[in-house]
């Protein structure tokens, strides 16, 4: 018994890093430098340039292509290609990932409460520690805006 258990339990763990993988595959982005001060005139305070990441995602205009190419990249192995949570690497997770084609769970979420489930991770906002966190996305609200778009075109 033991050996059959093994037989399903090492090709599981070998898709479940797989996905984890896929899912922080993509090229890191270093990030942006902050913006210098602003130079002042003469007797006046230097004003401060504003952050990068301040701006708020649903204020961003979608990079839908750079949001696909990261979906197939990154999501794929666990959500799937039709985003049904279905995906190679699901087979071998438990709980399941998020099926984005159920209305109910589509109504029961903001734009912003799935934007940060995509930066920050599942853990940060009470779901699965499975669901990696995509810090290099904090400065690229235009692909997370492109992603939560996605996401919302799943539901059936």
Same mark, same amino acid.
């Not at 779901?127 to 778009?149: E, F, T, Y």
């Given at each position: ?5 093994? +037989? $399903?339990?090492? !090709? ?5 890093? +797989?996905? @984890?993988?896929?899912?922080?595959? %993509? ?5 942006? +430098?902050?913006?210098?001060? @602003? !130079?002042?005139? #003469? ?12 701006? !708020?995602?649903?204020? /961003?205009? /979608? ?12 999501? @794929? ?6 985003? #049904? ?18 209305? %109910? ?6 734009? %912003?409460? $799935? ?11 009470? #779901?699965? /520690? $499975?669901?990696? +966190?995509?810090?290099?996305? #904090?400065?690229? !609200? ?8 996605? $996401?919302?075109?799943?539901? %059936?």
């Amino acid at each position: 018994m033991n050996q059959a258990f093994n +037989a $399903i339990r090492i !090709p599981a763990l070998a898709l479940l890093l +797989a996905g @984890t993988m896929a899912c922080g595959s %993509e090229k890191k982005d270093s990030g942006s +430098a902050e913006p210098a001060a @602003t !130079p002042a005139a #003469k007797g006046t305070p230097a004003k401060a340039a504003p952050k990068a990441d301040t701006k !708020p995602v649903a204020a /961003a205009a /979608a990079d839908d292509e750079g949001a696909k190419a990261l979906f197939a990249a990154r999501c @794929t192995a666990c959500h799937g290609d039709s985003g #049904k949570g279905d995906g190679p690497g699901s087979a071998a997770l438990n709980p399941k990932p998020q099926d984005y084609t159920n209305a %109910e769970w589509q109504a029961s979420v903001t734009d %912003e409460d $799935i934007s940060a489930a995509i930066v920050k991770g599942g853990l940060a906002v009470g #779901k699965s /520690a $499975i669901m990696p +966190a995509n810090p290099d996305l #904090k400065n690229k !609200p235009a692909v997370v805006k492109g992603l939560v778009n996605m $996401i919302r075109d799943f539901e %059936e």
